[in-house]
């Protein structure tokens, strides 16, 4: 099981249709959610080269909305005995929506080593699920996800208790559908989960749109839950910046990602 299904139009020519379960925001103006973007992006990407992604990043351009068909082209500029250079541009008619650079590949025999720890914090089933305080459909892509808090506000609390004194909030997440693996696809979509401690670090209702999202693919293992550490660096000029550890349940690290994003105070 994937969780895109991508439509094949030629060589290194792909297709998506957007549904409610790849977006976010009011139920009467809903659009492409940025890590449903991005997870698109790399499915193209590594169809397209026969390689996993080592690292992606994405420049969110326009939006995206249900019913529309996304076009996108690869282009792979470089391809070696182990790692590929790619892009991917999703357009809807003349808009272009999302771009995605990435580089592609697997080195045999080198060394692993991890030095990021994950975080002490309590098992999911200890942790209070995410309340949502804002209007959203059932179908959205956050019913894909089951959401623990195990730190920091989200929510109705973001705006109790002011200000977090180190912009940290940490979030257990989990597929919904049991069948659905921890891969790439799915950790790009989590990641895109940073913007929700926004509102956590300056303690008032407020997110962002992202403008940009990088992501680093270290050691994936099998997993359940898998725990994001959010971390928000700076609010600045309207502006956000903030980076998101992905550990697995064993405190193996899977990803790292990056972003800015439009602030947005509600």
């Not at 541009?89 to 003349?94: K, L, M, P």
């Not at 502006?239 to 992905?246: I, S, T």
Request: proline share 8%.
């Amino acid at each position: 099981m994937s969780l895109f299904d991508l439509g094949q139009d030629g060589p290194q020519r792909y297709s998506l249709t957007v549904t409610p379960g790849h977006c976010v925001g009011h139920p009467d103006s809903q659009f492409l959610f940025g890590g449903a973007g991005m997870a698109a992006g790399l499915a193209a990407i590594e169809a397209a080269t026969g390689r996993p992604t080592v690292w992606a990043a994405a420049q969110y351009l326009s939006y995206a909305r249900p019913g529309q068909t996304l076009e996108l082209a690869v282009t792979v500029p470089v391809s070696g005995k182990y790692t590929s250079q790619a892009r991917v541009v999703a357009r809807h008619g003349d808009a272009e929506i999302i771009t995605v650079n990435a580089a592609l590949g697997a080195r045999p025999d080198a060394p692993e080593a991890q030095w990021a720890q994950m975080p002490d914090v309590p098992p999911p089933a200890d942790c209070p699920a995410m309340a949502y305080n804002w209007i959203r459909r059932e179908d959205d892509i956050n019913s894909l996800f089951h959401q623990r808090v195990a730190h920091g506000r989200f929510g109705a609390a973001r705006a109790e208790g002011g200000p977090s004194p180190d912009g940290i909030a940490r979030l257990w997440v989990t597929p919904q559908d049991p069948a659905l693996p921890v891969d790439r696809l799915v950790l790009a979509v989590m990641a895109d989960f940073l913007p929700s401690g926004v509102g956590n670090a300056l303690g008032t209702n407020a997110g962002g749109n992202s403008l940009d999202n990088t992501i680093r693919f270290a050691r994936l293992v099998p997993t359940r839950w898998v725990l994001a550490d959010i971390r928000i660096h700076a609010v600045a000029q309207g502006f956000a910046h903030g980076r998101v550890h992905l550990f697995a349940e064993d405190g193996t690290l899977l990803a790292t990602a990056s972003q800015s994003l439009i602030l947005r105070v509600h």
